[in-house]
């Protein structure tokens, strides 16, 4: 029974940066991506990040070149920098992580960006 747990959320003063770590529950295996999601109430969930097995990393618009997605392999963690938070950045954030056709989910870190 695979869960995912993230931690690393928290409240900043915008302009600020948090990292956002997550990890299996259990590592027997290895995943073919993992990545990070968020949500705010009333909008669908959207991907933030995502790092496969092999290949680049997968931004979405909004964060492109302010947060950054690092996979441990050995660890079987993934993290995500986030620099020069911003007010619309506020969310849940939701580790995901796929092995073939099976996906796994934390239950999610709140990311509160305020003054």
């Known amino acids: 029974q695979v869960h995912l747990v993230e931690s690393g959320g928290g409240l900043v003063q915008p302009g600020g940066s948090l990292r956002l770590s997550c990890t299996p529950s259990d590592s027997v295996f290895s995943f073919n991506g993992m990545g990070w999601y968020r949500q705010v109430p009333g909008k669908q969930r959207e991907l933030v990040a995502e790092k496969p097995a092999t290949g680049s990393s997968r931004y979405a618009d909004s964060v492109t070149g302010r947060f950054t997605i690092i996979r441990d392999d050995f660890q079987n963690t993934v993290y995500l920098q986030m620099n020069s938070l911003q007010p619309e950045d506020t969310a849940v954030y939701y580790c995901?992580?796929?092995?073939?056709?099976?996906?796994?989910w934390g239950q999610g870190t709140q990311v509160t960006v305020s003054s």
């Open positions: 995901n992580a796929y092995r073939h056709e099976n996906h796994y």
